[in-house]
């Protein structure tokens, strides 16, 4: 017997599909390690789009995306003891498709981290109450201590110690990018993710861990299910928003003018983007509360996201896809060819297409072929 599938987090996913694009757009088609910075943040347009991609993207959609992670593993192991080896399985194919996705389409992958801390996230599925309390705790507060030192340090370093903290020149795989191969691009971008990975697992690593944590003890209350509770959805909401939003917007305004001045600041540009990445959360808490309040209240704005978040594997991979082919040499060869605010409106498009897409593959098939390739290497035999 199937069970009613919940509508929010579906929504939520499909939602945060488009916050996960339009963040890493700027890195697929302007600069592979360094994204939006520098000459792409001059000029009027380009200057609002690094704003709003910083105030209002960067950092928030990947802690929603890990919290719906940690919320959906419930589905799979139901309570049961007996699910963990599926679950544990599923973890090892998201790993593999992980590891081909960043060597062949997009050196920032999430799927492989996933299936990494998916694995760890087993040790903690039947714990108490009070013990996923602490270890979220401990979890978030250690990630933000350690971020808010290295801050510190960097600023240190730069202004106190007078160290050039200059950023990195073109890479291998920029070069690539604008004239070469697909196969020539595998060990260019391998290279990208080996040196990136680390800086990934500081930033994200330890608050998308906590995210998970928080989205298994909430799912166990049934938190995106109906009914709503108005009232603690509304306090959810006001603090993301009214606390969240003004210091993300000062962060991106510090950053900005940072990366537009004659001279930028290495440890000023790495503190805004620490300071974004810390308080995240509260402006992520605010989207999770606005979508919750639209699913109960009004359904027809939000509910074209939901075949989007239910095969968000196949639409995550294929959002990859399409930007391989539209920057690389080997498809229309537009890499470092378009402005910043040219990439941000492209994400949006390509994220109502693939929504479009979603709602008509499931008027066919139950489920995403990924999402389907996926159920049928880990489901109980």
Same mark, same amino acid.
């Given at each position: 017997?199937?069970?009613?599938?919940?509508?929010?987090?579906?929504?939520?996913?499909?939602?945060?599909?488009?916050?996960?694009?339009?963040?890493?757009?700027?890195?697929?088609?302007?600069?592979?390690?360094?994204?939006?910075?520098?000459?792409?943040?001059?000029?009027?347009?380009?200057?609002?789009?690094?704003?709003?991609?910083?105030?209002?993207?960067?950092?928030?959609?990947?802690?929603?995306?890990?919290?719906?992670?940690?919320?959906?593993?419930?589905?799979?192991?139901?309570?049961?003891?007996?699910?963990?080896?599926?679950?544990?399985?599923?973890?090892?194919?998201?790993?593999?498709?992980?590891?081909?996705?960043?060597?062949?389409?997009?050196?920032?992958?999430?799927?492989?981290?996933?299936?990494?801390?998916? +694995?760890? +996230?087993?040790?903690?599925?039947? @714990?108490?109450?009070?013990?996923?309390?602490?270890?979220?705790?401990?979890?978030?507060?250690?990630?933000?201590?350690?971020?808010?030192?290295?801050?510190?340090?960097?600023?240190?370093?730069?202004?106190?110690?007078?160290?050039?903290?200059?950023?990195?020149?073109?890479?291998?795989?920029?070069?690539?990018?604008?004239?070469?191969?697909?196969?020539?691009?595998?060990?260019? @971008?391998?290279?990208?993710?080996?040196?990136?990975?680390?800086?990934?697992?500081?930033?994200?690593?330890?608050?998308?861990?906590?995210?998970?944590?928080?989205?298994? @003890?909430?799912?166990?209350?049934?938190?995106?299910?109906?009914?709503?509770?108005?009232?603690?959805?509304?306090?959810?909401?006001?603090?993301?928003?009214?606390?969240?939003?003004?210091?993300?917007?000062?962060?991106?305004?510090?950053?900005? @003018?940072?990366?537009?001045?004659?001279?930028?600041?290495?440890?000023?540009?790495?503190?805004?983007?620490?300071?974004?990445?810390?308080?995240?959360?509260?402006?992520?808490?605010?989207?999770?509360?606005?979508?919750?309040?639209?699913?109960?209240?009004?359904?027809?704005?939000?509910?074209?996201?939901?075949?989007?978040?239910?095969?968000?594997?196949?639409?995550?991979?294929?959002?990859?896809?399409?930007?391989?082919?539209?920057?690389?040499?080997?498809?229309?060869?537009?890499?470092?060819?378009?402005?910043?605010?040219?990439?941000?409106?492209?994400?949006?498009?390509?994220?109502?297409?693939?929504?479009?897409?979603?709602?008509?593959?499931?008027?066919?098939?139950?489920?995403?072929? +990924?999402?389907?390739?996926?159920?049928?290497?880990?489901?109980?035999?």
């Amino acid at each position: 017997m199937k069970t009613q599938r919940d509508t929010a987090p579906d929504v939520l996913r499909g939602f945060a599909l488009l916050g996960i694009l339009v963040v890493n757009i700027q890195f697929m088609g302007l600069n592979s390690d360094q994204g939006a910075r520098g000459e792409w943040t001059q000029g009027f347009a380009n200057g609002a789009a690094t704003l709003l991609i910083a105030a209002l993207f960067t950092g928030k959609f990947y802690l929603l995306f890990s919290f719906l992670f940690g919320y959906s593993s419930s589905y799979v192991i139901r309570n049961d003891r007996a699910n963990r080896p599926r679950w544990i399985k599923r973890c090892i194919v998201l790993i593999v498709f992980g590891a081909l996705h960043f060597t062949f389409l997009w050196h920032g992958d999430i799927i492989f981290l996933y299936g990494l801390f998916g +694995l760890l +996230l087993t040790f903690f599925f039947f @714990r108490a109450e009070k013990t996923l309390k602490i270890w979220f705790r401990i979890i978030f507060s250690t990630s933000t201590i350690f971020i808010v030192l290295i801050g510190a340090l960097t600023f240190i370093s730069e202004f106190l110690l007078e160290e050039d903290l200059g950023t990195s020149t073109v890479s291998t795989l920029d070069e690539i990018l604008q004239g070469g191969t697909f196969l020539e691009s595998i060990p260019a @971008r391998l290279e990208v993710w080996l040196l990136s990975i680390s800086a990934g697992i500081f930033l994200q690593g330890g608050l998308a861990f906590a995210a998970f944590l928080l989205g298994v @003890r909430l799912a166990r209350s049934s938190f995106l299910s109906s009914p709503l509770d108005k009232a603690a959805n509304l306090k959810l909401m006001k603090k993301g928003l009214f606390l969240g939003l003004p210091i993300q917007i000062i962060a991106a305004v510090i950053l900005l @003018r940072n990366e537009q001045a004659a001279e930028p600041s290495e440890s000023i540009y790495l503190i805004s983007l620490f300071v974004s990445f810390v308080t995240a959360p509260l402006l992520s808490m605010f989207y999770v509360g606005l979508i919750r309040k639209l699913v109960e209240e009004r359904p027809r704005l939000v509910l074209w996201m939901k075949p989007a978040g239910k095969m968000s594997l196949t639409i995550y991979i294929s959002q990859s896809v399409i930007t391989s082919l539209i920057f690389g040499p080997w498809g229309l060869g537009l890499f470092q060819d378009l402005q910043t605010w040219q990439v941000f409106i492209l994400a949006f498009g390509i994220w109502l297409l693939l929504s479009y897409f979603a709602a008509q593959w499931l008027k066919r098939f139950e489920q995403g072929p +990924l999402e389907k390739l996926v159920s049928s290497l880990t489901r109980n035999r």
